[in-house]
Structure formats: C-alpha cells, structure tokens
C-alpha cells in the first residue's frame, strides 16, 4: 500500500473506530514494517510541579537532526493514571514520551489532549493507540475536523520533508473525544479545567489548568518566538491573553520554548498589541504593510524584547501583513 493511500483509509475510517483495527494494515507484512523510521531519541521530563511535567524542546523548526522534535509534549501524573498533553510530530516521538512517563510513575496513561491542530501537537497519538487502544484522546470539535479535511495530510508531509522521513510509519490517529471549553475534568485528586476563550492560535486552542497546583498548558497561544499566525487571531490572541492571566496560575506551560509564569501572558498580549493595534492605525493613515514594519520595529517593546525571539528577523514581515488582513476583515 502507498503511503498516501494508507493515510487516506486512516483518514475515512471515524473517529471513534481509530484504533487498533485502523492500524493493523500498517503491520499486516513485513514490507509495512519497513516503512517505520528509527526511533526517537530520549528528552528528560523537565518538573514544574509535584504533577506537571513537559519535554522542552529547543530547536524553533523540525530539522533532520531534531527528527521533528521542536514543541513540547507535557503530562500530569494524578491518582487515577496520566493525562499527556499534546503528542509530538511523529508516532516514534509519541513512543518516547511513553517511555520517559514510565521512568518518572508506573501509573497507566489514561487521556491525552490536543489542544490544536497543528501537527506537532497531534501526530503522536498514533504511539498512544498503539499502546492503549481504549484510550481516550480529546480534543475541540474543529481540531478533528480540520485533520480530516486535508490538514493531517498536510502536517505528515510537512514533517517529513523537513525531517528527512524521521516520522515515517506515523499514522493520523484521530481524538476521539471532544470538548467545547468550559468543561471540568476530574481524576482523582486532580481537577482539570478545560479553556476556550476565543480564536487566537487557531480557531479551537484549549487550554488545560491543573487547579491544585496552578499551572496551566497553554499549547500555542502564547510563545516567545514569532512562528505561525495564519491560522489564529491579532486581537483573539489578546483577549486569551488577558484571560490567561486572570486564571492567576503560578505556572504557564507552553507548547515551544520554556515555562514561565504569567509574564508570559503580558508579553505576548504586547506582541499582539503593538503588531495589531499599530497596524489598524497605519492602515488608517494608508500606510502598506511594508512601510509600517520599520515604525513597529520601533517600538520600545519590539526593539528590546520581541527582537531577540527566534523568527522575528524572518517571519514579521508575514506576522504585520496578516495583521494587516486582519484589521481589514474586521473594518468591513
Ligand atoms: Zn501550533
């Protein structure tokens, strides 16, 4: 079977038959078997909190040498089992984060959240069915339907590419669950609240806060890089920022680059802020996106902080255009 065409039978079968029975094709022969890349390397868990976990990843991009390993999945160990948060970019990366979680407890992995489409924040799930096929993997609504609707395809040949075929024998391995926001979930002595506060990263980013132990795992919607906005939101983003911090967490986990606490929140919401409210107003005074990247690379927040994050040289110019569309969409 080609790959595409595996992918495409992954992709009919339903949400809720994704498991086992889907995979099995893929190891019906040894020729299926060969398909499958070396495994990933080992990344120690770094601790944030007595049930909090996450593997920092810390290259920016997918890389061959990286084997597509640039976000950073996470865990919570409660009473009842684990709940992991986001997977990787490929079923061997998956597998690894399986086989750290069972260094640190022997306690079985039970969830996982994405909390968006994106496929470094998904394509390990197929390392979690394989290892549970009973496994509850939950997601928004919109999260599964965008990998159905070509976006699975798009991020396996996406990291591929960018890998040197480090994800190959990953299988888009649908949530099969899902939430809205506004949910609480509880397992055992851990309560889990489910956040959906607006369109920001992309149009169904959730948000996980670990209540006893104030930390939350934002996925993507706040970084300190400038990477990508196409699927998200200017003023959706500040309005999660906002939000985020109002949680009063000590401790905010992110899907690339370190954890932090809610300075993280503020520098992100100025990001957004000083990108899209200036360019509403150079739009107004008729300025292009062109003429108003030097006046906002001015600005006192761009020139001493935002500078220096990875990306910002290369990807501002497409941040302040988008901004720009943005701004345009919502005046008419
Ligand atoms: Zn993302």
Same mark, same amino acid.
């Given at each position: 079977?080609k790959r595409?065409d595996?992918l495409?039978?992954a992709l009919?079968?339903?949400a809720?038959?994704?498991?086992?029975?889907?995979?099995?094709?893929?190891?019906?022969?040894a020729?299926?078997?060969?398909f *499958?890349? %070396?495994? @990933?390397?080992d990344?120690?868990p770094?601790k944030?909190?007595?049930r909090?976990?996450?593997?920092?990843?810390?290259d920016?991009?997918p890389?061959? %040498?990286?084997?597509a390993?640039f976000?950073?999945?996470?865990?919570?160990?409660?009473?009842?089992?684990v709940?992991?948060?986001?997977?990787g970019?490929?079923?061997?990366i998956?597998e @690894?984060?399986i086989?750290?979680?069972?260094?640190v407890?022997?306690?079985?992995i039970?969830?996982?959240?994405?909390?968006h489409y994106h496929?470094?924040h998904?394509?390990?799930?197929?390392?979690?069915? =394989? =290892?549970?096929?009973k496994?509850e993997?939950i997601s928004?609504? +919109?999260?599964?339907?965008?990998?159905k609707?070509g976006?699975?395809e798009f991020?396996?040949?996406?990291?591929?590419?960018?890998?040197?075929n480090?994800?190959?024998?990953?299988?888009i391995t649908?949530?099969?669950k899902?939430?809205a926001?506004? =949910?609480t979930?509880k397992?055992?002595?851990?309560t889990l609240?489910?956040?959906?506060?607006?369109? +920001?990263?992309t %149009?169904?980013d959730?948000i996980?806060?670990?209540? =006893?132990?104030k930390?939350?795992?934002l996925g993507?919607?706040?970084m300190?890089?400038?990477a990508?906005?196409a699927?998200?939101s200017?003023?959706?983003?500040? %309005?999660?920022?906002?939000?985020?911090? +109002?949680?009063g967490?000590?401790?905010?986990?992110l899907?690339?680059g370190?954890?932090?606490?809610?300075?993280?929140?503020?520098?992100?919401?100025?990001?957004c802020?000083?990108?899209?409210l200036n360019?509403?107003?150079y739009y107004d005074?008729g300025?292009s996106p062109?003429?108003? *990247?030097?006046?906002?690379?001015?600005e006192p927040?761009?020139?001493?902080?935002a500078?220096k994050?990875p990306g910002?040289?290369?990807?501002?110019g497409?941040?302040?255009?988008?901004?720009?569309?943005e701004?345009?969409?919502?005046?008419?």
């Open positions: 079977m595409r595996l495409k039978s009919g079968i339903s809720g038959l994704v498991g086992m029975t889907a995979l099995k094709p893929l190891y019906a022969s020729d299926d078997m060969a *499958k890349a %070396e495994p @990933m390397f990344v120690e770094t944030v909190t007595d909090c976990y996450y593997f920092l990843a810390t920016p991009e890389s061959p %040498e990286n084997k390993f976000n950073n999945p996470g865990f919570i160990i409660t009473s009842e089992g709940v992991v948060v986001d997977t970019s490929s079923v061997q998956g @690894m984060v086989r750290q979680i069972k260094k407890t022997d306690k079985p039970i969830t996982v959240i994405n909390t496929g470094d998904f394509l390990g799930n197929h390392a979690f069915i =394989e =290892e549970n096929p496994i993997i928004h609504q +919109a999260t599964i339907d965008n990998i609707n976006g699975g991020w396996v040949g996406f990291m591929q590419r960018n890998s040197n480090a994800i190959s024998g990953t299988v649908l949530p099969n899902t939430v926001g506004g =949910e979930l397992f055992g002595d851990t609240k489910i956040h959906q506060f607006a369109k +920001a990263h %149009e169904c959730l996980v806060e670990v209540v =006893e132990d930390t939350a795992f993507d919607v706040a300190r890089r400038v990508n906005m699927d998200g200017f003023p959706g983003t500040i %309005e999660t920022m906002k939000k985020a911090k +109002a949680l967490c000590s401790n905010y986990i899907g690339h370190p954890h932090d606490g809610p300075a993280i929140c503020d520098d992100m919401q100025a990001f802020e000083n990108i899209y360019a509403v107003k005074e300025l062109f003429e108003m *990247k030097p006046k906002i690379m001015d927040f761009m020139k001493n902080v500078s994050w910002y040289d290369s990807t501002l497409n941040f302040i255009s988008l901004a720009v569309m701004a345009e969409a919502n005046m008419f």
